[in-house]
Every structure is written in structure tokens, then in C-alpha cells.
């Protein structure tokens, strides 16, 4: 089943299109390594795109479960080079020293003209057990893996924008504005906002049901100052000195928005002295003002939280400002049709918040890529067959609009805020041993594929936990929470209370982190001492879902460690 | 005098213009590191372009003078991030795995439709002594630089068009598109053809004096096999199995033109899959179709190569090509004026050929730096101050205009253009070894910036080894004699006769390596052994300026040995 793809000839005589299995539009990170998986596999792809890379792109923050996607996508399709993406010690080795560490999720909260209350600062510190990410700087990642699709055979356009796209029984017929026509059984849209697909179907949701509303601005600067070097906080309300602000993703929390600082210069190794800077936040708290430069809107905002100023200062912007105009939240009413889909931002987008997007992206990759791969193979493209893609895209925008939209909301008042953060990094750890325990399994179970099918068997598609009810519960109950004080239907406090006696309700959340702890633990450290005392914990004491999930984990572990396999 | 520059002000009130020192209209590799070094040394620097990092740029080849330029700059100016792209160890342990090396020079000549004769190939191996040279991934190494320039204070603008630039006695007022507007009191264009300066002051010669003649197109590749791998050469005539023809910059001669081969991935650690790819052919020649796509014509010349084709088997373009319309050569009737500089290829171009590009803007950022910073600290940007610039760009032009067209007229006639090969190999050496000798002697000296000073009284400003009269009359006799050749005043052979000849009649061209040899020596290797009897034949047997330079080059190297200090 593996092996390099015959290329589709890379022109074709005058009139008649080019053919090929699948086409790809979009040459970023989700259709390379999509067009990489397919071609390795045996498909014929075109992989073609409006643009051209270099490009800057953001998105470069990621999460543990966006690595152990990565991870499965590496094995269960033999794709080696998405191994480099797993770690920042692979990245730097494979892809260059220019990225920086993921160590933390950090949150603190600022009001205007006041310096921030070291008190309201949360943090999740990632398991180093599980992975040390990587903020990748997706110039290079980019254009790496577009040369990884181009070297499995991917035929590559770049500069060609497709202008008509045209279905039938047998396939679609795809015409650039010069003229060139390709011929595909399958087309997936792997582009973002200005899907083709979207636009000639009219899939766009006018206006989109999702709750949440934000633009943003962002670029790259060099000279950020680490902000624990400009907090001033005393010593013990600081984070662990193994990780400090500046070794992770850091998010300066102010009403209904937050700055994003994701250094690319956080790791010995990387020689790259850039930092990512950006602000998302509600328009119709902040609407985009006609009469300002995005430095000078940009500058305002930085005159009201003068512990965010201390940063910049000396800083100096390397890239002129993205500002987006609109909300930048869509979703489509369909992501899935005879012959095609819209992939993961083509079909939608919430936030960059929590760093979902590619996780969610890898998600569907996993689960579009088989489907593919089975359909060429019977030559049956029935809308059937990809059902399950388009639950799982709908349910991975619904549940994430939810966290965030209930994070929005809670931002404005730092109790709430600590609860909802505790809901959303409480599930983090398990999201993510459910994706290691399923690579286990097929390893164990002899590169057994179904072991990645069952997982499909969720209740909930696109929840960072699909199986767990109670995660479910916690979420829904949340968010209702959270709507209810924007509503004005309870204050603050009460709202707090009422998460974090759903946190200490539910069965699910464990206890040796400390999620169901004081509001005053706020920097939440997985040592590998605690790791394996949640492990031990999941074995022997957590109830139902939990147990089970901690106890295949630990097994499975031990059964490789027996047979002196390494987890590929 | 070295310390980080105080920025200009980031942003002005509407109205006032930002006040600077220098403003650089373009940030390639040259306008950046130009910014870094003056923002080091204490200027005030604005840095704009009218397009954006990260991107596309050729200009991948290093040459030995190129990297002793650069190492000049890194000490001169106490830029030490400039020693990054010294050799290909320090370029993948500071700019990432995405480069590959630069070991040889090597020509391979093609006739349509035949093999080529293994023995019409020469190839110069660049002395591991000297360096270990690199092809650089220019994406990533122009957009470090640009970082590297914010890093040191320059204030960076991009997407940044200038449309106004207005002088007077104070200085110069600079009006992007956007309105924006900067105050500088010395400009340096260090764009390209498009220059700005170039257009407002009318400065290019129409036509061009040049005599060469190109036309260009480019882009690059996955999947290019090594020629080594396909060009089926008896084993006693490939080069030295240490260095194959892969190992370094590949150009496949044709008539009039040269295909080059430019690999990014035959380094061990490299993990960038990329080969850069050209076509530099003169326009007379070969007109440019008008009803063939680049993928069209390109292919039509694969087809007339067999053994160039063969190397492409299998490989897929991963950029669109770019194609010139028109000839690529340029040239100004001045390069220099008051309170503003055009700098190398804002002034003119000539071919890739060689690689002489960036060492040729580098020995211009050189001589420009100095005297600007001169010229801010006593404030007087007069001309005269310049006046070496001005001579220094137009000599560095028009030698390289003579040896590239000797070159292209030789192309056709192996014996003719192995001769006008070994006139151009034969001075790489004592012109590398120049400038390493300056570099020994400013550390010896105690850092004294009068021994770079010192360089530039020299008879023949722009020849790259300038200070030799035998080296300058052997490139004027052997241009001439290609010129006669072209005219069909004499025949190949006899042209060649007579460019052989006076090689053996230079003084200064060297004896160990076989320079002077016989004919069917092709592959030039300094090895260390070599490179070593080549320096005791310099001090004791090489006459005149040949022996001045290998003696104060082993004297420099000797004494600094014994005084224990390493090379900076």
C-alpha cells in the first residue's frame, strides 16, 4: 500500500487536463501534509495554490493534542517527516533552528491603567511525559512540507487560482486563471476563508451561528522583553522557575480579548530572534476605528496595560500589521459533497485561542485521509462514506466556539475566568493519553488500522474528548454558566461558584493535578512525579470513563516496556 | 563606537517626518546586513521595502571571496552575526538544516542532441583551507538578516513603496504610497533593476555599455538526481571522488548559455530537499518564445541534453518559474552622489555566472560603511568622500562584464573555454588570499581599520585580485582574444593557443596547481598538501607581487600561531 506515488504527468498536451486521483487546494500546512499522506500512499495529487511560500502564516502555537495527531497521522500513513513537527528538539534537528518552545499555557489578566494583580494569573504547564511543543515558525514548517508533498510526487502550482471547478459523475474539472485544467475523482479544499468550494456552493452560514465574536491583529516583532523580567511580581506568586512566562505561550487576558506573545527565541538552540504578537478581541466591544494605523490602534492598547508596554519596549516590528477589517469567525452549513469537502479552515474557523486550530485541522486530516484512500480504491466517492467527517468538523467548531465564547466572557472577572480556564486545561491530559493509548494499541495489536477506525466510535465528534459524558456535562454546563452572567442573570462570583462546583462534581476531572483544589492554585505543573500519580489515580481510584482510559494507558505502556518495544 | 543604535522614533506625529541617519530602500541580504552593520555602529537607520520577507530570491552561491568579505564586515564592524554564513557548519548550526554546500565549480559542456564527452569538463574544488562554502536558502538567510538588522535598531517598513524622494543640502525627504514620511540625512538604494534613484535621477545607460548578453529563467526543484549518479563517465573521468559534481554548484555549459545545478540537500545534515535550477542563455540567440509556457521551453532544451534530462527524471517544480522578458544586464552612469549611494545591484548586474553577485555587493557595502559613518560623524556626505565607491562599482562591473563574455563566447569551443576556465580559476585563490592576509594583518595590527583603508589603494578598484598588473593584463588579453574569436578573426583552437599561452606567460598564475599543466588536467583540488606547496612556492619561488602576498600571508599566519591567537 506504501509506496511513492506516480506523479501525474507534470503537463499535459494542449486541451487536455491533466489527470489525477485527488486535488488539493490550499498548499498549507493541512493540504502539504494532506497531499504528502495521499501521494505516499499511492494516490495521484495535485496540490495547487493561489499563492506562492515563502509566506508568513500564523497559527504557530501548538497543543499536545495537535502533536499526538501529528503523531498517529506519521505512523498510520508512513509519512516520516511529520515526526519532525513532534517535539522542538525534532524540529530544530530536522527543520532548522529557527522555533521556539511550547512549555506552557499562560494567562494573565490585566485592566486598563492598572498594573495586573500577580494573583490573576493561571497556568498550564504541558507534561513534559506527554511532549515539549514547539511554536513553529510556519514560514519555514510551510514550506518544508510543501517540498515533502512535491517529493512523495505531488504535482505543485503555485500562483494558479482556480476559476472554474466543475462536477459530474465521474469527477471535477479544475481550471486555473491561465488556463491549465486538471482532472480529479476528489477535490478537497484545503484553503481557508476564501474556499472556492464554499463560495460556488454558497456553504458559508449568513451570518455564521457561532456564538463568538472576534477580529484581530498580529505581526512579528524582535526585542519582546520575557514579561517575567518586566512583572515585578514578588518571587512566590511567580510561575515554577522551570517554566517561566516566557517559555510558553503567553496570553495577556483583558475584557472580551487577549494579546497573544509567542516567542520563536525561548530555546537555547533556536537562533531566530522573532516573536509572534497578536490581539484578538470582540469587535463589538472594540470596533476597528477608521482613522488609525494599526500601530497607532495597536500602541493605544498597549498606553492602557503598562505591564504588556514593558515588553515592547525597545521592541521593534519586523512585518507590517495584519488587521482584519470583520469578525473573523465563519462556519459553513455543510463541510462534505459528492466528490469533495471543505477541510477543517475552509469549512470554519473560531479563535486562535487555546491554540486549536491545527489539532483540529489533524483531526480531520486523520479521519478525511483513509476515507479517500478507501474510495479511490472501490472508486465509490458516496457522500456516505464521509458522514463522519462532517460531524466531526461541525462538532470540532461547536465545542470549541463554546469553550471560548465562555471564556470571553469570563475574562472581565478573574474568579470566573479561573474556573472556565480549569475546564478547559482539566481535559487537556486525557485528550491526549487517548490519542498515545490508541497508538499503543495498534502497535500492540500489529499496525492493526481499526484500532484508529474505533475511534470514531464517539459520542461526541470534535469534543477534545469525544467519549467522556462528563466531559460533555462540564462543558455544556459551563458555557450555559457563563451565558447566563453575560446575561446579566447572576454576577461573577456566583457564576464562578457555580463552575467550580461543577469541576468538583464531575467524576472525570482528577484530583491529583489539583483541578478540584483552591482557587489559589493557579499554575498547574504536571511534574512526572504527578503524572504518575495521576496514573496511579486513573488505575485505582477515578470512576467509570477515567479508569478506564488510565488503566488501558498504564497497561498498554507496560506491555511495550515488556517487550522491549518503543512506542514508534 | 559599537553599541546597539538608539532607533529613530517607531511612529511620528501625523505630519512630522521620522528623523534618521540612513534610510536603505531594500531589505535583501545586502540592504540588511548594510542596516545592521550601521545601526551597530551607532547610526540611525530605517530600513524599507517595497515587498515583504519571507521570499523567493536567487543569489544562492557562495564564493570563496564572498565569505572573506563577509568575515571582513563580521570584525570590522562588530557584527558577529554575520560570521553565521562563513562556512556550511555555521550557517545549519545558526540558520537551520536547510543549506546545502558549496565545494566546487564545476562545468560540464552539452551539444544538442548529443552525450557529453566526458572529458570536456573542468571543475575548481575550493580549498577546504579557505572554506567550506555554502548555497545558501536565501529565503531563510534574508529574512534572519532582516531580523538581525531590527535586532540592532534599524526601524523596519515593509510593503513600503517609496514615491517621493526629494533632496536638499540638509538631506533627504523619503514619501512611501501609504504617506508615511521619512527624514534622512544619507540614502542608500540598495534595491535592484527597479531602483528608485536610478529611475529619478535617470542614471541607467540606455543601452547598457555591457558587452554580455542574457537572458534568465529559474526556480526550484524536488527530486533532481545528482549528475554523478547519471552522466555514465568512465570512473578515471569523473572528478575526484571526495568531490563529486554534486557536491557543489553544477553548471551544465551550452552554447552561449549554462543550465545551473544548485543543490540544497547534498549536505549530511541538510534537510532542506530543494535544488535550485537556471537557465542563463543569451537572448540573441535565443529569443524568448512568445507562444511557449517557461514548463514548455524549459523542457525543449531538456530534450535537446540528454544526460542534463536524465537528472530530471522524476524531479517536480515546487515554485512557478520566473522568466525574464529581456535581457538581465545593466549598468549606471554613476553610482555615487550627494547624500545618496546606489548600491551594486541597485547600479547594475551582469550573469550568475561564477557567483560573483554578493561578493561583488559585499566589497560595496565595505567600502560604503566606512565612509558614511565618516561622513555622520563630521557631517559632510561631499562626493569626493565616495568618489572610491563610485570607481570600485563601475571597475567591478566591467571586469566582470569581460570575464563573463570571454566566458560565453568560449562556451562553444571546449578547448577555447577551458583555457578562459583556468584565467578565472587561477585568481581565486590569491584574490581570497588577500583579503585573509588583511584580515591577519587588522588583528595584528591591534584592530587598526587603516589596514582595510590600506586595500583600496590599489591600481585596478573592482578586479578581483585589483592590486595585480599580470592579472589584469592576462583578463584584458584574454577577453581580446575571445573577441577575435567571436569576430572570426581566428579560430578556436588558435584563440585558445593563445589564452594558454599567456597564462603560462603570467607570472603571478601559480605552478602547484596546475594551472600552467597540460590540457587534459580538468578537476583543479587544492588539497591541504597542495594548498601547502603552493604557499612555499609563493614565498620562495613565485616572483614579484605573487610573493609579496604568500609571504605576508605565511608571516601573518605564522606569527599570529605563535602569539597563540586564534583568526577572529
Not at 502564516?57 to 501548538?62: D, F, K, T
Not at 458522514?387 to 463554546?402: A, F, I, P, S, T
Not at 505543573?525 to 498504564?554: H, N, Y
Amino acid at each position: 500500500m506504501t509506496s511513492k506515488a506516480e506523479a501525474p504527468a507534470a503537463s499535459s498536451p494542449a486541451g487536455e487536463p491533466i489527470q489525477c486521483d485527488v486535488m488539493i487546494l490550499g498548499s498549507g500546512l493541512a493540504g502539504s501534509i494532506t497531499g504528502a499522506i495521499l501521494a505516499r500512499q499511492g494516490a495521484k495529487v495535485a496540490l495547487v495554490d493561489a499563492g506562492h511560500h515563502p509566506r508568513f502564516s500564523v497559527g504557530e502555537s501548538q497543543n499536545p493534542q495537535l502533536v499526538e495527531w501529528l503523531h498517529i497521522l506519521a505512523v498510520r500513513y508512513d509519512v516520516p517527516e511529520i515526526k519532525y513537527l513532534l517535539d522542538i528538539k525534532a524540529v530544530t534537528k530536522n527543520l532548522g533552528a529557527h522555533h521556539g518552545r511550547k512549555q506552557s499555557f499562560g494567562f494573565v489578566s490585566h485592566r486598563p491603567g492598572r498594573e495586573p494583580d500577580p494573583r490573576e494569573a493561571t497556568m498550564f504547564i504541558i507534561p513534559k511525559m506527554l511532549t515539549e511543543a514547539t511554536h513553529m515558525h510556519r514560514q519555514d514548517t510551510d514550506a518544508f512540507y510543501l517540498a515533502v508533498a512535491a517529493k512523495y510526487g505531488c504535482v505543485v502550482r503555485q500562483d494558479w487560482r482556480a476559476t472554474d471547478i466543475d462536477f459530474d459523475d465521474d469527477g471535477v474539472t479544475v481550471t486555473s486563471a491561465g488556463g491549465e485544467v486538471f482532472r480529479a475523482k476528489y477535490l478537497i479544499d484545503a484553503s481557508g476563508f476564501r474556499s472556492p468550494l464554499a463560495q460556488k456552493f454558497s456553504l458559508r452560514e449568513q451570518p455564521s451561528r457561532l456564538k463568538h465574536h472576534a477580529r484581530s491583529m498580529f505581526t512579528h516583532y524582535v526585542g519582546i522583553k520575557p514579561y517575567d523580567e518586566v512583572c515585578n511580581y514578588p518571587a512566590d506568586l511567580l510561575p515554577p522557575q522551570e517554566s517561566p512566562f516566557h517559555g510558553g505561550t503567553l496570553h495577556h487576558v483583558i475584557e472580551r480579548g487577549w494579546f497573544w506573545i509567542i516567542p520563536f527565541n525561548n530555546h537555547p538552540d533556536s537562533r531566530n530572534p522573532l516573536c509572534s504578537v497578536g490581539l484578538t478581541f470582540d469587535e463589538r466591544t472594540y470596533p476597528k476605528p477608521k482613522d488609525m494605523t494599526p500601530d497607532q490602534e495597536f500602541n493605544k492598547y498597549l498606553d492602557m496595560y503598562p505591564a504588556i508596554k514593558r515588553q515592547f519596549e525597545g521592541a521593534s516590528r519586523v512585518r507590517e500589521w495584519v488587521s482584519t477589517d470583520d469578525r473573523i469567525q465563519y462556519s459553513s452549513k455543510q463541510t462534505v459533497g459528492p466528490r469533495w469537502c471543505l477541510m477543517s479552515h475552509a469549512a470554519g474557523f473560531v479563535d486562535p485561542l487555546y491554540s486549536r486550530g491545527l489539532s483540529n485541522t489533524f483531526e480531520v486530516v486523520d479521519a478525511l485521509c483513509w476515507r479517500v484512500l478507501d474510495a479511490l480504491r472501490d472508486n465509490d466517492f458516496s457522500v456516505e462514506r464521509f458522514e463522519y467527517v462532517e460531524r466531526l468538523e461541525q462538532g470540532l467548531l461547536d465545542y470549541n466556539d463554546k469553550i471560548v465564547n465562555a471564556s470571553y466572557i469570563a475574562f472581565d472577572h478573574f474568579r470566573l475566568w479561573n474556573a472556565v480556564f480549569r475546564v478547559w486545561a482539566c481535559f487537556t491530559t486525557p485528550a491526549t493519553m487517548r490519542l498515545v493509548k490508541a497508538r499503543q494499541d495498534w502497535l500492540l495489536e500489529g499496525k492493526n488500522d481499526d484500532v484508529f477506525k474505533r475511534m470514531e466510535n464517539a459520542p461526541y465528534p470534535g469534543l477534545w474528548w469525544p467519549d467522556s459524558h462528563a466531559f460533555k456535562y462540564l462543558l455544556d454546563t459551563t458555557h450555559e454558566t457563563c451565558e447566563r452572567y453575560e446575561a446579566g442573570e447572576i454576577d461573577g462570583d456566583k457564576a464562578a461558584d457555580l463552575v467550580f462546583e461543577a469541576i468538583r462534581n464531575c467524576e472525570s476531572v482528577n484530583t491529583p493535578f489539583g483541578w478540584k483544589g483552591p482557587e489559589d492554585l493557579r499554575y498547574f505543573r504536571a511534574s512526572t512525579p504527578t503524572m504518575i500519580k495521576f496514573l496511579w489515580w486513573c488505575s485505582t481510584q477515578a470512576p467509570g470513563e477515567m479508569r478506564d482510559l488510565g488503566r488501558s494507558f498504564v497497561s498498554g505502556t507496560v506491555r511495550q516496556a515488556l517487550r522491549g518495544k518503543k512506542l514508534t
